[in-house]
Nanobody
């Protein structure tokens, strides 16, 4: 069982920035950020390959491309999500997820990830 823990959520105004962090209890093949707003389905935000194959570019949802940046620290089994130019529609609970096999990690589908954190709240006010 891989344990995943997120941190770094908070409240900001429109146009502000936040950085989320996530640590996995062991090395995994891929990690991702998802979010879920009240009454809406969980949606993929960004994903990164954390395995041994080099040259894998991150994957982003269209809604955050150019505003959010996912990065990793392999030695620490950590990923980060830098969120710039935040909008009220970015308000949600943000979840970190991880998987070992990563057959479909670019899909940004919740079903492609086996291990999940408890979430961290991001609130953007207008």
């Amino acid at each position: 069982q891989v344990h995943v823990v997120e941190s770094g959520g908070g409240s900001v105004q429109t146009g502000g920035s936040l950085r989320l962090s996530c640590v996995a209890s062991e090395s995994v093949g891929c990690m991702a950020w998802f979010r879920q707003a009240p009454g809406r389905e969980r949606e993929g935000v960004a994903a990164v390959y954390t395995g041994s194959v080099v040259g894998q570019r991150p994957q982003y949802a269209d809604s955050v491309e150019g505003r959010f940046t996912i990065s990793q620290d392999k030695l620490k089994n950590m990923i980060y999500l830098r969120m710039n130019y935040l909008l009220p529609q970015d308000t949600a609970m943000y979840y970190c997820a991880a998987d070992r096999t990563c057959r479909d990690w670019r899909s940004l589908l919740p079903t492609s990830y086996s291990y999940w954190g408890q979430g961290t709240q991001v609130t953007v006010s207008s």
